[in-house]
């Protein structure tokens, strides 16, 4: 057998390593447990490759995964599209029609709908960029519609007739749509957080035992370890900025325009 600290040549019998003089008292009943279970699980997979016939898993290897529709599925567009566009409108419709309050209240209520939307999705379906696209048309169809209730009341062109109501249009469209892609962000660094905690409990105790019998291991661990916490900075950082510009794109307006 071989040292588990120095990996150096020793007798099976050994309960020192003669080379290291590292005592091997405790480690020995522990290996020898863990290749025991090895033994068992390559058992285990050779009785279970026996027993599955051959046609079939023929007939699988052939059959290749349907890949996930290319423009989302309908739940999704139903789900996580859809309804904080209906919500955007009919905040639009009660806050500056019905109630008649102040249009800070509307861009303050446009910032937190699509958010948690956004956060949802992400549980679902992972492709960032074709959702945060998703979301910004969303943004331009909400204030398209908005204008458009506008226009009807007022007997108005619902389209902007000068640059600034053009930068208007241009910033409360992107504020929506940045929120809409913060709750992307969040979704998705939920979701890893989520898997990385699944696949650090699947490891077990055997696992970390033996990752804490090699000193290289325990670097490549470490390394891990900060990258991971590198990663998890960066997408906080990021949706924190998506965030920012979202509240910046949706007030700047509105406070330059009372200013």
């Known amino acids: 057998m071989q040292c588990p600290y120095c990996i150096g040549e020793i007798s099976d019998q050994a309960l020192a390593c003669p080379h290291c003089t590292r005592d091997l008292y405790l480690i020995k009943p522990l290996l020898e447990k863990i290749g025991i279970l090895e033994q068992r699980v390559q058992e285990l997979e050779a009785l279970t490759a026996s027993t599955v016939p051959a046609e079939t898993t023929e007939v699988a290897e052939l059959i290749p995964p349907l890949p996930p529709p290319p423009f989302g599925t309908r739940t999704d567009w139903l789900l996580f599209w859809l309804p904080p566009l209906l919500l955007l409108l009919a905040a639009h419709a009660l806050i500056t029609v019905v109630i008649d309050l102040n249009t800070l209240y509307l861009r303050l209520v446009s910032l937190v709908i699509p958010l948690p939307f956004a956060l949802l999705l992400m549980q679902r379906d992972q492709r960032f960029p074709f959702w945060t696209g998703a979301g910004f048309g969303m943004a331009i169809l909400a204030v398209l519609g908005m204008s458009s209730l506008i226009g009807m009341i007022d007997h108005t062109s619902i389209w902007p007739q000068d640059g600034r109501e053009w930068r208007e249009f241009a910033s409360y469209a992107a504020s929506i749509g940045f929120s809409y892609m913060t709750g992307l ?75």
């Open 185 to 259: 962000i969040l979704g998705r660094m939920l979701r890893q957080r989520r898997e990385v905690l699944t696949l650090e409990a699947a490891r077990g105790l055997t696992g970390k035992v033996v990752s804490l019998l090699s000193t290289g291991k325990q670097r490549a661990d470490q390394l891990q370890a900060t990258m991971k916490k590198v990663q998890e900075v960066r997408g906080t950082l990021t949706a924190l900025s998506t965030a920012a510009l979202s509240a910046y794109t949706g007030l700047q307006s509105f406070f330059g325009h009372n200013g």
